[in-house]
Structures are given as structure tokens and as C-alpha cells.
């Protein structure tokens, strides 16, 4: 059974979030099963981005909803995957063991300390799974800040009053 790792603070669940959670399911579903671990970014982690984020409690009700949608549209059990709280960069993918971590091109560093910290503890290196950035209609990546910022809207649209 393979275990599946990836992380992030998920604000808006926008189409980014949604290949990066995808793409850690598909990978279960291609070994026959297994588990995929979430790392929620913690309240007081988020509180440091460049624009307000909502509570954990909301960003993992949305994250739930989605993945649910996921499971079921792959066929999956219910209980494939847990989301658990991070209060740093790394959290269990430096100490528990993975198969894979997935990451975007810009959370692909991290990736590559979490291997670098994994081995000097004597641990296996994670496969890194590094998805293509999404666009949005304007050919720039989608990102929260864009969407707080009232440019695009979670699909990648452009928004042309630029307001939420």
C-alpha cells in the first residue's frame, strides 16, 4: 500500500489546490490503495501569508467536501485519507514514512529539504511527484493571493471589475 504526503494552506481551493489534491489520489488509486496524508497549514502558520486566510476549520470543511468528490469520483474508500494540523514547513514527511510527495514547481524546494532532512535522519527519500502550475485565462499561475486580490476568480477567470 502506498502512502501519499503533500501539504499546503489550501485558501480559496482553487484549480491549482484541486490538480495538486487530484493527482495525490490518482497516484493511490495506481498502486491499488493506500493513504494519502494531508497537511492542513496551521492558523498561526497561515497568519504570516501576504493576505488574510480563514480559519483551519473552514479550510478543512471545504477540503473535505472536495475530497470527497475526489473519492468518489474514483472509486476510493471514504477512509484513504487523513488531514492533520502543520505548525511548520515539513511536518510528518521528515519523520513518518512516504512514497510520495507531491508538490507544485513552487513548493518543489521544500520538497527537496524534506529529502535532504529525511536522510540525514537515516530515512528513505520521498518520490516527488512536482505538478505543472495551473494558468489562468491570462496565461499567469492561479494563486490565492491573485483571487483575494479580485484579479481571477478560483477557476482562473479574469475578473474584469477586479472585485471578490
Do not use: W
Not at 136 to 157: F, L
Amino acid at each position: 500500500m502506498v502512502k501519499v504526503v503533500l501539504g499546503g494552506t489550501f485558501e480559496y481551493l482553487h484549480a491549482g489546490h484541486s490538480r495538486l489534491v487530484e493527482e495525490a489520489f490518482r497516484i493511490l488509486k495506481s498502486f491499488g490503495g493506500g493513504a494519502v496524508h494531508i497537511g492542513l497549514t496551521s492558523d498561526k502558520m497561515a497568519s504570516g501569508k501576504f493576505h488574510a486566510v480563514s480559519s483551519y476549520e473552514t479550510r478543512k470543511r471545504i477540503l473535505e467536501d472536495f475530497i470527497s468528490d475526489v473519492l468518489h469520483e474514483l472509486e476510493l474508500p471514504d477512509d484513504c485519507y487523513l488531514i492533520s494540523e502543520l505548525e511548520d514547513s515539513f511536518g510528518p514527511s521528515v519523520s513518518e514514512e512516504y512514497d510520495f510527495i507531491v508538490v507544485s514547481p513552487e513548493t518543489r524546494a521544500v520538497a527537496d529539504k524534506i529529502n535532504d532532512i529525511r536522510m540525514e535522519r537515516g530515512l528513505h527519500p520521498i518520490h516527488i511527484r512536482e505538478i505543472e502550475l495551473v494558468l489562468a485565462e491570462d496565461t499567469i499561475p492561479i494563486s490565492s493571493t491573485r483571487i483575494y486580490n479580485g484579479e481571477i476568480d478560483k477557476d482562473g477567470r479574469v475578473r474584469r471589475g477586479g472585485q471578490n
